[in-house]
């Protein structure tokens, strides 16, 4: 599965790289060589989702005091980074220049 580098247009940016820029890395574009990162406040958004996934499941365990909460957790958790990978469009960034 490739993604559509936002510098040159080309779907050129591979999974395991749209992986790393959910992860707030930079990634270089392999056609063209641009940097390219997550948009931020959407990225933003999804680790809000990820806290409140994680303060609802803990939460809920506390106070039912059921294990299969975790599992939900981490389900969802799956689901959101999922839906990160594949919705959160990539940003372009500009070239660092040396100082």
């Not at 994680?54 to 365990?61: C, D, F, N, S």
């Amino acid at each position: 599965m490739l993604f559509k580098c936002p510098h040159c247009g080309d779907a050129t940016v591979p999974l395991r790289d749209k992986i790393k820029t959910s992860l707030w890395a930079a990634v270089h574009c392999g056609g063209c060589g641009g940097r390219i990162a997550a948009y931020p406040w959407i990225l933003a958004g999804v680790y809000f989702a990820h806290a409140w996934n994680v303060m609802w499941w803990v939460g809920l365990y506390h106070f039912n005091g059921k294990p299969v909460y975790f599992a939900y957790m981490v389900l969802l958790w799956a689901l959101i980074e999922g839906l990160s990978v594949r919705f959160v469009p990539l940003a372009r960034l500009r070239a660092r220049h040396p100082s």
